[in-house]
């Protein structure tokens, strides 16, 4: 056993670790922090899906693309939003369990389809959060699932945005309350170009997303790909 693995093993021994999904006790550190047996039922977000915003979708745009595309050029999320991918981005965000935010970063990095999209980026950026969420959970998981990925992929991590005003949870809004909800909630540190390889952890609505890629855009990106972890249903 290298010196590396021998130190990980102590490490688990005197602070096991727990599924994300079903807190089951774990001999080592699975990939996405999940068991076998939540790996098995997680639902791969694959088949028919829309072009842009990567919502399952027998049509190649969206109902809501076709009618009001969104300022991201293209959106990957490889898995759908339920079963153990709930749990685990509950306890990503509110359980100061950073370590899942790395490990949702290192599994994308192995995504085919997430490589894809950091193929001509200049860089990649997280979706900020507001201060007062921030200082709450003392980190911003999506900043660090983007981290790893341009360590993984050795592109630069750029911080390029701030949110400028703090915003209610999406997940306690309607679609259309969503997308007023972020209007104008960002805004670009300084010039950007090029592709930028935008990131958060789960795309609802895509409102979030479709701010902040416009304020890039109006920082001088010429593309905005964003990259998610999982895709919900289309919200009410």
């Known amino acids: 056993m290298s010196i590396v693995g021998a130190i990980e093993s102590s490490l688990m021994a005197l602070f096991p670790c727990r599924c994300a999904g079903c807190a089951r006790l774990l001999m080592r550190r699975p990939p996405l922090g999940l068991c076998p047996a939540c790996t098995e039922v997680l639902e791969p977000n694959l088949g028919s899906r829309c072009l842009r915003c990567d919502l399952p979708s027998g049509e190649p745009l969206c109902l809501d693309c076709a009618a009001d595309p969104k300022a991201f050029d293209r959106l990957r999320a490889p898995f759908l939003y339920g079963g153990p991918i709930v749990e685990l981005v509950h306890r990503m965000k509110f359980s100061a369990r950073e370590d899942l935010a790395a490990a949702v970063g290192e599994a994308l990095a192995k995504d085919l389809s997430a490589r894809a999209l950091a193929v001509g980026a200049q860089a ?59 209007r ?53």
Do not use: M
């Not at 660090?144 to 990925?149: C, D, E, S, T, V």
């Not at 992929?153 to 701030?162: C, F, G, I, N």
């Not at 805004?187 to 958060?200: E, H, M, N, S």
């Open 184 to 236: 104008a909630a960002f805004v670009a540190t300084g010039p950007v170009c090029g592709r930028i390889l935008l990131v958060d952890d789960v795309v609802t609505s895509g409102e979030t997303l479709s701010a902040a890629a416009y304020a890039l855009r109006q920082a001088g990106a010429s593309e905005v790909f964003a990259l998610a972890l999982a895709r919900a249903p289309r919200p009410e």
């Open 124 to 182: 990649i950026t997280a979706v900020p959060l507001g201060h007062r969420r921030r200082f709450i959970r003392g980190y911003n998981q999506s900043a660090i699932i983007a981290r790893q990925l341009a360590k993984s992929w050795e592109l630069p991590y750029r911080v390029t945005l701030k949110r400028v005003r703090n915003t209610q949870a999406q997940s306690e809004l309607g679609l259309a309350a969503r997308r007023q909800n972020v």
